[in-house]
């Protein structure tokens, strides 16, 4: 039945998939159902809203996938160099969806330092990548590539701490270095992972 309900969705036919989810017995699968038609149909706003509702527990996660897609529209029409208007764009949408129970601690902030650190994968950090957006954010999207890199290599924080900041030695951990443009940020973002004490190449 759930991928009945998808195959509707799929064709825009939303009422009737919501109405295939309200058919299904077991609850975990009658709760999810209304999430794949959301996630499906693309929707967001109001229509999202609408949707997530019936989708239980996974009423959060399914308004907080409304709003990326919803960022993701913003991010398109602003491109690269528009940061700062998508950011101004993104706190109407965080505050339009606040109300409807997505994502604890969503902030426009967050969305965007998520989408520069997508933009920069595999790319050495520097202002470049960061647009329009203010220095602060730029440092919070560096600091967050460290943090992903990490989480999935596996690395212990006290090894890649006592790197210092030498590029060889972080790049050798897989973890990506930085233009020499970016180096003040940088240094200032290991301060914030390691601790007021750390020092670049101390």
């Known amino acids: 039945m759930v991928l009945a309900a998808h195959e509707q969705a799929l064709a825009g036919n939303v009422d009737e998939a919501l109405a295939i989810c309200q058919s299904v017995e077991e609850r975990v699968w009658?709760?999810?159902?209304?999430?794949l038609v959301a996630d499906t149909s693309g929707a967001h706003g109001d229509g999202a809203a609408k949707?997530?509702?019936?989708?239980?527990?996974?009423?959060?996660?399914c308004i907080g996938h409304a709003v990326h897609r919803e960022a993701q529209e913003v991010f398109q029409r602003t491109g690269h160099g528009g940061e700062m208007a998508a950011l101004a764009?993104?706190?109407?949408?965080?505050?339009?969806?606040?109300?409807?129970?997505?994502?604890?601690?969503?902030?426009?902030?967050?969305?965007?330092?998520?989408?520069i650190v997508q933009r920069g994968q595999g790319q050495p950090m520097s202002l470049?990548?960061?647009?329009?957006?203010?220095?602060?954010?730029?440092?919070?999207?560096?600091?967050?590539?460290?943090?992903?890199?990490?989480?999935?290599g596996g690395l212990a924080w006290d090894q890649v701490c006592k790197a210092k900041g030498d590029?060889?030695?972080?790049?050798?951990?897989?973890?990506?270095?930085?233009?020499?443009?970016?180096?003040?940020?940088?240094?200032?973002?290991?301060?914030?992972?390691c601790g007021s004490d750390w020092t670049m190449g101390g």
């Open 128 to 152: 470049a990548l960061c647009g329009s957006a203010d220095l602060s954010l730029c440092q919070a999207a560096f600091v967050e590539r460290v943090r992903r890199g990490v989480e999935h």
């Open 89 to 115: 764009r993104l706190r109407v949408v965080v505050k339009q969806y606040s109300g409807m129970g997505g994502g604890p601690g969503m902030t426009a902030e967050k969305l965007l330092v998520n989408h």
């Open 30 to 35: 009658k709760e999810e159902c209304p999430f």
């Open 51 to 61: 949707i997530c509702a019936e989708a239980g527990r996974f009423r959060g996660p």
């Open 167 to 193: 590029q060889v030695a972080i790049e050798a951990l897989g973890l990506v270095g930085w233009r020499e443009d970016a180096e003040e940020l940088v240094f200032a973002g290991w301060k914030e992972i």
